[in-house]
């Protein structure tokens, strides 16, 4: 009974190693979000913090509003490719593992 509670530790403590590595990977990668064909572009960290907006000439000749909607649309296009590759990122760490229903590792 000892080992398999031992067993269960080192497991345990091995998964919240690799969750560690994770989030960490998370947080230092980069991904872009565009709109209107490539006009504005976004690029967030896996915080959701703003590395890197890019116009293109072309929008600016566009009325305001319509250049906000390009960014505003950017912004999103940029933070679901955020929250999607941490979702997979995170499924690798935790594939096979058995969670109670409702638990949240913070994903």
Do not use: H, W
């Not at 960290?45 to 319509?66: H, S």
């Amino acid at each position: 009974m000892k080992g398999n509670i031992g067993q269960m530790m080192r497991q345990a403590q091995q998964m919240q190693e690799n969750l560690k590595r994770a989030q960490d990977e998370i947080a230092k990668m980069e991904v872009t979000g565009e709109s209107g064909a490539g006009m504005v572009k976004i690029t967030l960290t896996g915080k959701y913090q703003a590395r890197k907006v890019e116009i293109n000439p072309a929008a600016l000749q566009e009325d305001k509003e319509f250049l906000e909607d390009l960014i505003a649309a950017a912004v999103n296009d940029a933070s679901q490719k955020v929250e999607e590759a941490s979702r997979q990122r995170m499924a690798k760490v935790t594939a096979g593992m058995q969670l109670p229903p409702g638990m949240n590792l913070g994903f």
